[in-house]
């Protein structure tokens, strides 16, 4: 057994922290320094880190984790309101990507960046763009106070939602190739996964309030242990069953949690978990991915052209999504902004397409460095965009309980010290 693990896990938190620290010298959010740390410790630079099979399941507990503390610090009222808005964006931030990619594939073949480009190809790259990952720029609105808020929720809402689009697109552009995916079957499991989340939550949720209600008082450690058990059987169940995003599963344990009365107390526990280990492995993650070849410059056009039709389309897309939702132009760049980050569901689609013979072995190089371009460019963009805009509420009102509680344990412990002078004084005149 190779304890080289451990030496992994030890750089990883090391150079996470120090780089954060340096970014966030620069106003800029850590989770742009984690993704650094993981560039600069990968094969693209240094490297020193390679993506094991160990590090690429904390990294996936990490992801999980994330958006199960999302979900658990959701408002459903607030999601259900954004619900509609949601689903718009995310459309618009499907349909454009995908068109956007499309044009572009087949405009780099008559380049000659995309030697022997095919219309089957291009559309192939337009699915690649369509997918977003959500994990970043929930921990970047977070770190920014805005992710409890007007346009935090409808980018909560609808990057769920762009992953069973996405899904969907990726079923439709498969079955052109041959791949022999059934489309309806595809939206008759989405369908029953849903019915799944509805019956298993309403359960769930019943048994908590019970347990919550019977054991008031009580050891209270048992909550986060059982809470962890459903987001992870919620999340298995999605990838195996479903064939949805484990991620879907988790951030829907979260919204079960966060309809129970210890829901705080929880979120407390997995914060912890979340930045002493599964987060800083999920960011630096992304970076041990690169892997730079020879670079030619036709490549070197394609990859920075790529990543600006990657970062525009979402923009363009999700922000005219927004405008059709009546939201400000301000707040449609900020929702445009924050849908722009691509993850590991670029990448499965990749490799499916690469797997099909539909891709190039050529294509993988430029897909991987247009991930990890919108991973560290979605935070700096997210920066900018609310540099104008106030903490969300929750923010301040964490901010507020705190001082509150403090001033409570003032009181108490000035209480204290009273009665401990009433005693002394007391057994002075015995």
């Known amino acids: 057994m190779s304890y080289h693990y451990l030496l992994d896990l030890a750089l990883i938190l090391l150079s996470t922290k120090v780089l954060g620290i340096i970014t966030r010298r ?7 320094g984690a993704l650094l740390a993981g560039l600069i410790l990968g094969p693209a630079v240094l490297n020193v880190l390679n993506g094991t099979e160990f590090l690429s399941q904390v990294s996936e507990m990490g992801v999980i984790v994330i958006l199960f503390t999302a979900g658990i ?17 995310a459309l618009c931030g499907v349909l454009v990507p995908m068109a956007m990619g499309t044009v572009f594939g087949l405009a780099a073949g008559k380049l000659g960046w995309l030697p022997n480009a095919t219309l089957l190809e291009s559309v192939f790259l337009g699915t690649i763009l369509t ?10 609105l977070r770190e920014l106070g805005h992710l409890d808020t007007k346009v935090g929720g409808t980018i909560l809402a609808a990057a769920l939602i762009d992953d069973v689009l996405g899904l969907i697109a990726l079923t439709i552009v498969t079955s052109f190739a041959g791949d022999g995916s059934n489309l309806v ?8 996964f849903f019915v799944f989340i509805a019956v298993v939550g309403f359960v769930a949720i019943r048994f908590f309030r019970w347990l919550m209600n019977r054991a008031a008082g009580r050891n209270q450690r048992r909550y986060p242990v059982l809470a962890f058990v459903l987001c992870l059987l919620l999340a298995y169940c999605a990838e195996e069953f479903f064939g949805v995003a484990d ?10 949690i966060s309809a129970t009365p210890k829901a705080k107390y929880i979120q407390s526990k ?7 280990l599964l987060t800083p492995v999920f960011f630096a993650s992304i970076g041990t991915k690169v892997v730079l070849p020879q670079m030619t410059v036709s490549l070197v056009l394609f990859s920075v ?3 600006a039709v990657a970062i525009l389309s979402k923009i363009i897309g999700c922000g005219l999504g927004a405008k059709l939702c009546k939201f400000q132009n301000h707040e449609a760049l900020q929702i445009g902004a924050g849908m722009a980050c691509r993850g590991e569901v670029a990448l499965i689609v990749a490799n499916r397409g690469l797997s099909m013979g539909v891709l190039s072995q050529a294509l993988m190089t430029p897909v991987i460095i247009t991930v990890v371009g919108c991973a560290i460019l979605t935070p700096i963009m997210l920066k900018l965009v609310f540099r104008n805009s106030a903490p969300s509420a929750m923010e301040e009102n964490t901010l507020t309980d705190s001082y509150r509680e403090m001033e409570q344990l ?7 010290l009273d009665k401990s002078r009433d005693l002394r004084q007391k057994k002075t005149q015995k």
Do not use: C, R, W
């Open 26 to 32: 620069f106003q800029m959010p850590q989770v742009v």
């Open 73 to 89: 610090g959701t408002d459903l009222h607030e999601l259900k309101n954004a619900g509609k808005s949601g689903f718009l964006v």
């Open 131 to 140: 997918a977003t990952s959500v994990s970043i720029t929930v921990e970047t």
């Open 185 to 192: 079957m595809v939206l008759v499991k989405i369908l029953l």
């Open 247 to 256: 991620i879907i599963g988790a951030f829907a344990a979260g919204l079960v």
């Open 270 to 276: 997995f914060d912890a978990l979340s930045y002493l």
């Open 305 to 307: 052209t790529l990543l």
């Open 410 to 416: 003032d009181i108490v412990s000035a209480n204290l």
